[in-house]
Structures are given as structure tokens and as C-alpha cells.
């Protein structure tokens, strides 16, 4: 059991380092500078790529649920797999823009977190805090053997 979460976790953090580096290139191809804030470069995307950049985020959720639906045997096991592997992609995608480009420079900066269904707007520290302690929490259960 504990190899299947190491080996989703792997998943995750990959998933979570070419997104990174897709979000790299996005905001090199449309002028944003490294350093600027997500909410900010919102007005830098036209429609037809905000529309682009909303099924990257589909897909991306799709691949998350197809894991968790090929791999968990029960309906929990598949939700507690879906929230492993999301939560490890969601923190090593910021872990990948701070390597990458030293972004975002601190906890507080706001960035756009999700745009489906529209867009959601907080510090980075909020969805860092949520992942951390939803991986904290499968994997104290995992290791009891709960799980």
C-alpha cells in the first residue's frame, strides 16, 4: 500500500513540474513578467486563451480522477488517492514555479488559483497550507495502517 502512494506521489510532483513549466511558457509568450502576479496578468489573456488555459485546468483534473478511478478498489480508496495525488501536484507546482523562476516571492503573494467556474483569487499560502495538510493527514493514516 504505502508503495502504490509513494508511487502516486511521483505521479503528482512529475504532473505538478510540467505544469510548472507549461505556466512558464505561457507567461513568456504573453509578455508577463516573472515577478508580476497572476491576478494582475489576468487582463494579458484574451478569451479564446482564457478558454484554452480553462480546459488545461479540465484536463488536468481529468487526469487526476482517471488515476484515482484506475487504481482505488473502493469509492473512499479512490477519493483518498484522487486527494493524495491533487494535493502533491497543487504544492510541488508552486515548489516548480519557485525553482523555475523564483515565483512566487513570498507565501502572501495572490495568485489565481483555479478559473473554473470562474476565477479563484487567494494567497499562495492557502493552497499550500490546504495540500500540506491533506498529504499530512493520508499519510499519518496510511502509516497506521488505517488506510
Do not use: H
Request: with cysteine; aromatic share 14%; net charge neutral.
Amino acid at each position: 500500500m504505502v508503495e502504490k502512494f509513494l508511487l502516486l506521489a511521483l505521479f503528482g510532483i512529475a504532473m505538478a513540474y510540467v505544469e510548472g513549466v507549461v505556466v512558464v511558457y505561457l507567461r513568456k509568450a504573453l509578455g508577463i513578467v516573472d515577478l508580476e502576479l497572476n491576478n494582475a496578468s489576468l487582463n494579458k489573456f484574451s478569451e479564446q486563451y482564457l478558454f484554452i488555459e480553462k480546459t488545461r485546468e479540465v484536463a488536468t483534473l481529468v487526469m487526476l480522477v482517471s488515476v484515482a478511478l484506475l487504481i482505488g478498489d473502493t469509492w473512499l480508496d479512490k477519493m483518498v488517492v484522487f486527494f493524495w495525488t491533487f494535493a502533491l501536484w497543487d504544492l510541488f507546482y508552486y515548489c516548480s514555479l519557485y525553482f523555475l523562476i523564483k515565483w512566487p516571492p513570498k507565501l502572501t503573494t495572490i495568485d489565481v488559483l483555479f478559473l473554473i467556474p470562474r476565477p479563484w483569487i487567494a494567497p499562495v499560502w492557502v493552497p499550500i497550507g490546504i495540500s500540506s495538510i491533506i498529504i499530512t493527514i493520508i499519510a499519518i493514516l496510511l502509516l497506521t495502517s488505517i488506510l
